[in-house]
C-alpha cells in the first residue's frame, strides 16, 4: 500500500513539473530614457529617465505577466503660457511632473526572445515642478491612469531591450477630467511619453 502511495506520488511530482517550471518568478529592474510631452499644448518634448523593480511571472510557454514598481520623470519643455486678460504669449518654462507608477504588463512571445507588450498602470504622482502654475495639490489630479504598448527582445541570460509607448488617461493638471468626456477634448493634457531601455531578470 506504501509503494503504491510512493508510485502516485513520484508520477503526480513528475507530470506536475512542467507546470511549476512555467510558473517561474523572475524578480528584476528595468531602466531607461523617457522622451516626454502633454497633448494639446505649445510645448516640446521632455527627456528623461525611468527606474524600479520588476516581477516576471512565467505563466506559460510565450506569455509572461510582469508586475511593476517604477520611478518615472514626465512633462513637457518649453510649455507656453498665455496671459489670461491679453491672451498673449507670457514666456515659456519647463514643467516636470514625477510619478511612482504601479503597473502590470502582458508579454506575448512571437519567436525566440521577440514579445509584443500591453497593459495599465496607476500613476501616482509624487512631484511636480509648476513654475507658471500656481495650484494647490486639491486642485489637480494626484493620479493618472496609463496604457502601455511596446515591443521588446530578451536574450538567454535575462537582458531585455525594450521601447514602449505610454499614454495616460486622466487629464496631468486636474482629475476632473476622463478622457475628455467632462469637459471640451481640446482642454485635456495627457501624459504622452516613450520609452527606451534595459530590464534584467535574475
Known sequence: MRKNILLLAVV???ATAPLYAQKKVSPGIRAGVNVAT??????????????????????????????????TRQGANNVAFVDEETGQPNGHEDVTIQ?????????????DGFHGLVGPSLDMKIGKNFPRIDFDDD??????????????????????????????????????????????????????VFQIGLSYSF
Request: net charge negative; no cysteine; proline share 3%.
Open 139 to 192: 486642485d489637480y489630479g494626484g493620479v493618472d491612469l496609463g496604457i502601455a504598448l511596446g515591443l521588446g527582445y530578451t536574450l538567454p541570460f535575462g537582458l531585455t531591450v525594450e521601447g514602449r509607448f505610454k499614454t495616460g488617461l486622466l487629464d496631468a493638471f486636474n482629475n476632473d477630467y476622463f478622457l475628455g468626456i467632462f469637459d471640451d477634448p481640446d482642454k485635456v493634457s495627457l501624459n504622452r
Open 12 to 14: 503526480a511530482f513528475v
Open 99 to 111: 510619478y511612482l507608477s504601479l503597473g502590470v504588463v502582458n508579454k506575448f512571445y512571437f519567436v
Open 38 to 71: 502633454l497633448s494639446n499644448i505649445d510645448a516640446d518634448f521632455k527627456t528623461d529617465f525611468y527606474a524600479g523593480a520588476i516581477l516576471s511571472l512565467n505563466l506559460a510557454q510565450r506569455y509572461t505577466l510582469q508586475p511593476e514598481l517604477i520611478y
